[in-house]
């Protein structure tokens, strides 16, 4: 799976990815941020109560058009009248992007349950997995790094085609995320060797 990091970093991205005025930070952005994450929600059932799943129905989309539906029901159904408040194709993304981050670490997904028993996975993987070896180990800083130094600019360049946000303006920051880029790709035969 990949990191909360990663996850969070999606759903803010498809929040500030919407039409009309530069969003602000505000509490409507913790909505998409919640449905990134919420595919991961059965963990408390793992952690908990030791609760063992086939398959992981939370990672389906179907899951994430309930969990997206009822977040937008609630919203709706409270007032929250925020002129910040996403919509409901965002909501979708942000839950929907949990499944595509995960994909991309090379996991196998249950997409189409309860339709279909079988499971998705990409051919291809370009993410490392989230390290479950604790905060002070090497491999969690590392995978954490190299998902940060991939997703981060590609997140943040979805941001600037959709708001056409004008690239030169960002100059200094692209050279930063170049000379990331170019360090990964010159270290990463020895990273894998560690």
Not at 8 to 28: D, E, I
Not at 86 to 92: D, K, Q
Not at 154 to 168: D, G, K, Q, T, Y
Request: proline residues 6%.
């Amino acid at each position: 799976m990949s990191s909360l990091l990663a996850h969070v970093a999606a759903g803010l991205t498809l929040y500030f990815c919407r039409k009309g005025q530069l969003p602000r930070l505000h509490v409507s952005m913790a909505l998409p941020v919640l449905l990134a994450i919420a595919p991961d929600f059965d963990y408390f059932g793992i952690w908990f109560f030791h609760l063992r799943y086939e398959q992981r129905f939370t990672h389906s989309l179907l899951f994430c058009l309930m969990t997206s539906c009822v977040a937008y029901y609630l919203v709706r159904r409270m007032g929250w009248q925020f002129s910040d408040m996403p919509g409901f194709r965002i909501l979708l993304l942000a839950a929907c992007s949990h499944l595509v981050l995960d994909m991309l670490v090379g996991r196998a997904l249950p997409l189409l349950w309860p339709f279909v028993a079988v499971e998705f996975s990409l051919p291809l993987v370009l993410l490392p997995g989230a390290s479950h070896t604790g905060l002070i180990s090497y491999a969690f800083w590392r995978n954490l790094i190299i998902e940060a130094c991939l997703l981060l600019p590609m997140l943040a360049s979805m941001v600037m085609l959709v708001r056409r946000l004008p690239v030169r303006t960002y100059i200094p920051e692209i050279l930063l995320v170049l000379t990331m880029w170019s360090g990964l790709a010159f270290a990463g035969g020895k990273l894998a060797a560690l």
